[in-house]
């Protein structure tokens, strides 16, 4: 059972452009979302995270918009950049301090020059 | 993360043999986790630990068993292999008093069952 689901789960965008990343989730008790990096060769690596007490985080050049009514929360890189080449996993948990997290599926990130 | 280290980097082995992947964590965390990285099927947890006496079941346990040595240490064992656990396995940790959930992820076991 995917209790979240992300996608797409392949984006190729040019240098400079915007990348979004969409994820929804079924379980209303989750209260922690995070997005995870994961460049070849590396384990995952924590990029941003949001709580629903708030509709949008912003760090640097990437942005979560959380739209609880909707149960969706989708991630957005600005200005893209080759460096950002990588796979981004979605997650959400439920309860607080290091409870398990559930992962989407992962989107792979290739931005162009 | 340095961290949390994983031994061995790379496996291959056959069908029917006793595997164990090992991590290690220099971070002082109480929770240690074990998932399971297929293309397709993002991340998904075999067993986690809270503190050294206690040992849980995530969503695909079954035919995977764990051991916490001790708070540093958390060793995952598929006592007899299959192909179809040809996989990238990760090791993660957190701290329950620590910033949020985050958990931090040790470089990967990639497992190969001939």
């Known amino acids: 059972q995917q209790q979240v689901k992300q996608s797409p789960q392949s984006l190729i965008v040019q240098k400079g452009g915007i990348s979004i990343i969409n994820c929804a989730y079924e379980?209303?008790?989750?209260?922690?979302f995070p997005w995870y990096q994961q460049f070849p060769g590396k384990g995952p690596a924590l990029l941003i995270a949001?709580?629903?007490?708030?509709s949008e985080k912003k760090e640097g050049r990437f942005t979560i918009s959380f739209n609880k009514s909707a149960k969706q929360f989708s991630l957005h890189i600005m200005d893209s950049q080759p460096g950002d080449s990588a796979t981004y996993f979605c997650?959400?948990?439920?309860?607080?301090?290091?409870?398990?997290?559930?992962f989407g599926t992962g989107t792979q990130l290739k931005v162009e020059l | 993360d340095a961290d949390v280290t994983q031994t061995p980097r790379n496996r291959i082995t056959k069908t029917g043999k006793r595997i164990m992947l090992e991590c290690s964590q220099t971070?002082?965390?109480?929770?240690m986790y074990w998932y399971r990285q297929d293309p397709g099927l993002g991340l998904r947890l075999i067993y986690y630990?809270?503190?050294?006496?206690?040992?849980n079941k995530g969503e695909i346990s079954d035919g995977y068993s764990v051991s916490r040595q001790a708070q540093a240490k958390f060793s995952l064992s598929l006592e007899s292999a299959i192909p179809n656990q040809t996989a990238l396995y990760f090791c993660?940790?957190?701290?329950?008093?620590?910033?949020?959930?985050?958990?931090?992820f040790g470089p990967g076991t990639r497992l190969t069952v001939l």
């Open positions: 949001i709580r629903p007490d708030v």
């Open positions: 993660a940790t957190s701290d329950h008093r620590g910033r949020g959930n985050e958990q931090f």
């Open positions: 630990s809270f503190d050294v006496k206690d040992i």
């Open positions: 997650a959400a948990s439920e309860g607080g301090g290091g409870n398990k997290l559930t």
């Open positions: 379980n209303t008790a989750f209260d922690y």
């Open positions: 971070k002082g965390h109480d929770r």
